[in-house]
């Protein structure tokens, strides 16, 4: 069986958290494209051109350490307004989200341009100040040493980088579930995700 779920959405409204939750409860393999972007951006703070070092990444790229802290963060929000890019990782998430055995990615436009054919598509959202409160607590929690309000100036930038940039913008599909956290618990939304692709499931 081939069946695509994505799931897009800003930083830190809890698409990672939904999307491994949902890849658990049906057994499809999950990928964090993100992640795609963190590794080449963390290439690029090294010294690396950014679109060789998107059209050089390899799976074991995807294990560097560091990759999610907030230099990776920043990094990758600016190489993925490259639309050469872009361009260079797009094969690798189709091939990944064709798989047989089902897969789930979650990132910023698999149900615009990546999967446009997603069997099953999310777009998890929430108000800037609840995200730049959660990455402030993770902040806190690895011990870094961050304002709040630093915290939340940096989620409304990348939030207008993510969606004003002209290659693939930040966007809900036209036919995507919105599912806005801002006053949901992570059960609550896990479960509104689960009963979408129930659903999907149901019509494929």
């Known amino acids: 069986m081939r069946f695509t779920v994505a799931i897009d959405g800003p930083a830190a409204a809890g698409k990672g958290t939904i999307s491994r939750a949902v890849a658990a409860q049906f057994g499809f393999a999950h990928l964090d494209t993100g ?5 080449v951006g963390a290439m690029v703070l090294e010294g690396a051109d950014p679109v060789a070092a998107a059209q050089a ?17 920043e990094a990758a929000s600016k190489v993925a307004a490259i ?3 872009r361009a260079a990782l797009v094969a690798f998430q189709r091939s990944f989200a064709r798989r047989v055995g089902g897969a789930v990615l979650d990132g910023r436009d698999i149900g615009t ?10 777009f998890v959202t929430a108000s800037a100040e609840v995200r730049a409160a959660r990455r402030w607590k993770e902040l806190c929690a690895a011990g870094a040493q961050v304002p709040l309000e630093q915290v939340l100036a940096d989620v409304r930038a ?6 004003g940039r002209a290659a693939a913008p930040l966007r809900a599909a036209a036919e995507a579930r919105v599912i806005d956290t801002t006053g949901m618990s992570i059960d609550a939304a896990v479960a509104a995700a689960v009963a979408e692709v129930e659903r999907a499931l149901r019509r494929a």
């Open 35 to 39: 992640l795609l972007y963190r590794a």
């Open 83 to 85: 639309p050469e890019v």
């Open 57 to 73: 990444l390899a799976p074991d790229d995807l294990e560097r350490p560091g990759l999610r802290g907030a230099e990776a963060a």
């Open 158 to 163: 990348r939030d207008a980088r993510d969606s």
């Open 113 to 122: 341009v990546i999967c446009p054919e997603a069997e099953a598509k999310l």
